[in-house]
């Protein structure tokens, strides 16, 4: 963690929705409902170019759907973001990631039936090969092959996966499925990495090597991480940055000292409702509203 | 009992038009359902325009058989098409209940009064295969060598379909270990990673619902060529489901698994009707317990059962690993 005061983000006031000075991300007035149910209700949220955000609320805050929404994986109701400078805003998933914002999902996705070393090539993009026709003429795109191979092999090392190089992914083991999928994602060269729970499911003695390469993305490689963890040390350990949602909106942002002092974060995570991350009222007209519906149709029928 | 008929029919059933136009369906099959993971139960419809390309073209409008072969191919791209449009962004199990319907929905129309011009309603179409044997090259006669004696056109049916069948085979695997056919098999693992690296995953569903539907069109060429006609109830749910069967029985996502599992079917359904026939024919099978007649469905049953075990000790296929199917429990 730096130290305080110093960095990019030390003059900007921990305040939901406050303004960065080199924002790659920006999300204006996003929502997300489900029935009657809002998911997600971002008013502004700005992230710093080069540093390790992340993102943390209890369950149920919306900071999956939240990641949903900005890389196209799932439709939002309303709302403008942009990444880069550009309008990514209902833009498909797959162009999201060609732009360079690649996510990783909560539930790992090992390609279980490829190998490890052809899931890693899958990650890189503009390939030749790719092409319906391009793919009969090998001399096409051999070459590319041979480097996005050689680069594979490289991160693999790093991310100590070298030696199941030929596994199938399917045989790793829910830590070591985690490393691929940080890596695969690297294939892709992002500017951002958006990691969905990188440490649920891994055994402390993974964890520990994990922080390190997610801190190496920020420190080597001057990516741009975006993270959302419920392990409040991880967080304190390696954010420059602390988001926090609840019931889809964010109810505070700041370094990671500000945050552990934040009244209305304590609140939420402690509070009077903290198993319960919809209130019950909440809840029981969402199931009143969803009942309703299914007595209406089963009557029209 | 005649061991020797037995045997010489079974081998010859591995090479017959029934192995080709199965293998060809079954090569399609895997292209969606073994590398893409897209469930296409309407694989028999595909076959269907493939008969009916070549034959109403010919036939009905008096053009080319090449024009005929170009209608296959076309009509089975269009076929895709329309399949996929709707159904390709939606999960896999739509597809296999759109494309089921479709492909019946496709041959109630072929046999249909209304379309009775064109397709020859339910008797079907017949005067359509001159063309493909007059430029038969091999001389007339007949020929052939052990228990492959077959006439001058028989031989030039089986040249083709296997060329065919060679050419589709030679295509998969030329694609499937080229960056292209990486992206189809993560696709089958899982799309959403697939697109979480930047694939376009619709785009990639329907060129392999395309690919894989035209050569199981290819498959419905040689049926009609080889029988010399077409008609509607030859392309029912059947087709669909014995090129699964052929698949599987092969290995999925194997390029050699959909034409061997074919061979394989074809030579087990004419093994088994040929002993349960001699048997009952020579009274080894009292013909009170079962008749001739029966041995058409009998033989399916006992097919079916081979099948059984066969997905329970070796759930693989013939060249499956049987480490992936570990990996599909985990």
């Known amino acids: 963690m730096p130290a305080e005061g110093s960095g990019p983000l030390a003059d900007v006031a921990p305040e939901p929705g406050v303004a960065k000075p080199d924002p790659i991300l920006v999300v204006d007035g996003v929502t997300r409902r489900f029935g009657g149910l809002s998911a997600v209700d971002v008013d502004h949220l700005e992230v710093q170019r080069g540093l390790i955000t992340a993102l943390i609320g209890p369950n149920g805050a919306g900071k999956t759907t939240f990641f949903n929404v900005v890389t196209g994986f799932d439709g939002a109701n309303s709302g403008r973001w942009t990444f880069d400078g550009r309008s990514v805003g209902g833009m498909a998933a797959h162009k999201v990631a060609r732009l360079g914002m690649v996510r990783t999902f909560q539930l790992t996705k090992a390609l279980a039936k490829l190998s490890v070393i052809e899931n890693m090539k899958l990650g890189a993009v503009g390939q030749r090969g790719e092409g319906f026709l391009s793919a009969l003429v090998p001399t096409l795109w051999r070459v590319q092959e041979r480097e996005i191979e050689a680069r594979a092999d490289s991160l693999l090392e790093r991310f100590s996966l070298g030696h199941m190089r030929g596994e199938y992914a399917g045989s790793l083991s829910g830590g070591q499925r985690k490393l691929l999928e940080m890596a695969r994602a690297l294939m892709a060269e992002p500017a951002l990495v958006m990691l969905d729970e990188p440490m649920a499911g891994v055994n402390p003695a993974l964890t520990q090597s994990l922080l390190e390469h997610v801190k190496a993305l920020r420190d080597e490689e001057h990516r741009t991480v975006v993270f959302v963890e419920h392990d409040m040390d991880v967080v304190y350990d390696i954010s420059d940055w602390v988001v926090v949602m609840a019931n889809g909106r964010i109810i505070a942002e700041g370094t990671p000292t500000a945050i552990g002092a934040n009244k209305d974060v304590i609140d939420a995570y402690l509070g009077t409702h903290h198993d319960a991350p919809l209130s019950e009222a909440e809840e029981e007209r969402v199931l009143a509203e969803i009942e309703a519906v299914i007595a209406k149709e089963s009557a029209s029928d | ?330």
Request: avoid cysteine; glycine fraction near 14%; charged fraction near 15%.
């Open chain 2, 1 to 330: 009992m005649d061991w020797g008929g037995i045997f010489e029919n079974t081998l010859r059933a591995a090479i017959a038009k029934d192995a080709i136009v199965f293998a060809l369906a079954a090569i399609g099959l895997n292209v969606h359902f073994g590398y893409t993971g897209l469930l296409n139960f309407g694989q028999a419809g595909f076959v269907a325009l493939g008969a009916y390309g070549t034959a109403i073209t010919v036939d009905y409008y008096g053009q080319s058989l090449w024009l005929g072969v170009l209608a296959t191919i076309a009509s089975a791209v269009v076929f895709a098409l329309l399949l996929g449009v709707p159904t390709l962004r939606l999960r896999t199990d739509y597809l296999a209940i759109v494309t089921i319907a479709a492909s019946e929905g496709l041959r109630l129309l072929l046999r249909s009064v209304t379309l009775g011009d064109f397709t020859g309603g339910s008797t079907g179409l017949s005067g359509f295969a001159g063309d493909f044997y007059s430029i038969n090259p091999l001389p007339g006669g007949r020929y052939g060598f052990g228990p492959f004696r077959y006439s001058s056109d028989t031989w030039w049916m089986l040249t083709v379909g296997w060329t065919l069948v060679l050419l589709a085979t030679l295509l998969v695997w030329a694609l499937m270990r080229s960056p292209w056919g990486r992206v189809l098999k993560s696709i089958r693992e899982d799309e959403n990673a697939a697109r979480s690296l930047g694939k376009n995953v619709y785009y990639y569903k329907m060129q392999s619902l395309v690919l894989g539907g035209v050569i199981g069109a290819l498959g419905g060429f040689v049926n009609a060529v080889a029988t010399r006609s077409v008609q509607p109830d030859n392309y029912g749910t059947a087709i669909t489901f014995f090129a699964y069967t052929a698949l599987i029985l092969g290995g999925t996502a194997r390029i050699w698994g959909p034409v061997v599992g074919a061979m394989l079917f074809w030579v087990v359904i004419s093994f088994t009707e040929g002993v349960l026939r001699e048997a009952i024919g020579n009274e080894v099978i009292p013909s009170s317990f079962m008749s001739t007649t029966q041995v058409g469905q009998v033989r399916f049953m006992l097919v079916g059962l081979g099948l059984a075990l066969l997905m329970i000790f070796r759930p693989q296929g013939i060249f499956g690993d049987r480490r992936e199917l570990a990996l599909d429990a985990r």
